[in-house]
C-alpha cells in the first residue's frame, strides 16, 4: 500500500488553466505538506497543515491555494496556471514526537506538472 | 545563498567501491539533520535522521556522520551497488516542521 499517494502523476495543461493536485496519506500522521521542486532540483516548502489547520505558508502567489478537508488529506489547487508554474509538486506528510521533531516524514512520489 | 549546501554536485564511481558526500549547513537554531535518497522519477525516501545530541547513524550500507560544531555531515556508502545510483540530499530542520534542502548529489555507479 502507498503510503502518501498524489494524482495525478503527469499534468499538461494549458496556460490560464485552474487545475487540482490531490494527495492522501495512510500513516496515521497529523502533518501534511506541498513542495515545489524545480528544474535546480531544489525542493521548497510552499505550505503545511497540522490537523487541518496552516501552520506554514511560504511566498507562494494566491493563484495556489491548499484544502485540507481532514488530516489525511491535502489537496493543492492552482489558478490561472503559468508557464513558471512547471514544476515537480511533491506532497509529504510526518508525525510530530514529544522532542519536537517530525519524524516519518515521507514523501508521494510527485505529480510532474507542465505548463504549456 | 543556500543554506544547505552539498558536495560534489555529482560523482561517478565502480560498482563495489565506496564513496563520501558532505554536507555544510548555516541553519540555525539545529533541530535534526536527515539524508534522503531520490531516485529519479521517484519522491525522495529517509535514509537517516541525527539530532543535536548524535554524531553517527547508520542504515544498512549507508553510515551518516554529524559534527553540529562545525555544522558538517556526511554520508558514506560502502561497497555501492548499482540501485546507489540517485541524488541524496541533505536537508536540515530548524524548527519542527520546516525542512531546508540541498540541492542534492547525483551518484552514478557503474558496473
Known amino acids: 500500500d502507498t503510503a502518501v499517494s498524489q494524482t495525478p502523476k503527469y499534468l499538461v495543461t494549458q496556460m490560464g488553466n485552474d487545475k487540482s493536485i490531490k494527495c492522501e496519506q495512510n500513516l496515521g500522521h497529523d502533518t501534511m505538506y506541498w513542495y515545489k521542486q524545480d528544474s535546480k532540483k531544489f525542493l521548497k516548502i510552499m505550505f503545511s497543515?497540522?490537523?487541518?489547520?496552516?501552520?506554514i505558508n511560504e511566498t507562494v502567489p494566491n493563484r495556489f491555494s491548499p484544502k485540507s478537508p481532514d488530516k489525511a488529506h491535502l489537496n493543492l489547487h492552482i489558478n490561472s496556471l503559468e508557464l513558471g508554474d512547471s514544476a515537480v509538486y511533491f506532497c509529504a506528510s510526518s508525525q510530530e514526537r514529544s522532542d519536537r521533531v517530525a519524524y516519518g516524514y515521507t514523501f508521494g512520489s510527485g505529480t510532474r506538472l507542465t505548463v504549456v | 545563498k543556500n543554506q544547505v549546501e552539498q558536495s560534489p554536485q555529482s560523482l561517478i564511481i565502480l560498482e563495489g567501491k565506496n564513496c563520501t558526500l558532505q554536507?555544510?549547513?548555516?541553519?540555525?537554531?539545529?533541530?535534526?539533520l536527515r539524508w534522503y535518497k531520490q531516485d529519479t522519477g521517484r519522491g525522495p525516501v529517509s535514509l537517516t535522521i541525527?539530532?543535536?545530541?548524535?554524531n553517527t547513524k547508520s542504515n544498512g550500507r549507508y553510515t551518516a556522520t554529524l559534527d553540529a560544531d562545525t555544522k558538517q555531515s556526511s554520508l558514506h556508502i560502502t561497497a555501492s551497488q548499482l540501485s546507489d545510483s540517485a541524488s541524496y540530499i541533505c536537508v536540515v530542520s530548524a524548527t519542527v516542521y520546516k525542512l531546508s534542502f540541498g540541492a542534492g548529489t547525483t551518484v552514478t555507479v557503474r558496473a
Open positions: 554536507c555544510n549547513y548555516t541553519v540555525s537554531p539545529f533541530s535534526n
Open positions: 497543515y497540522n490537523n487541518k489547520e496552516l501552520i
Open positions: 541525527m539530532t543535536f545530541s548524535e
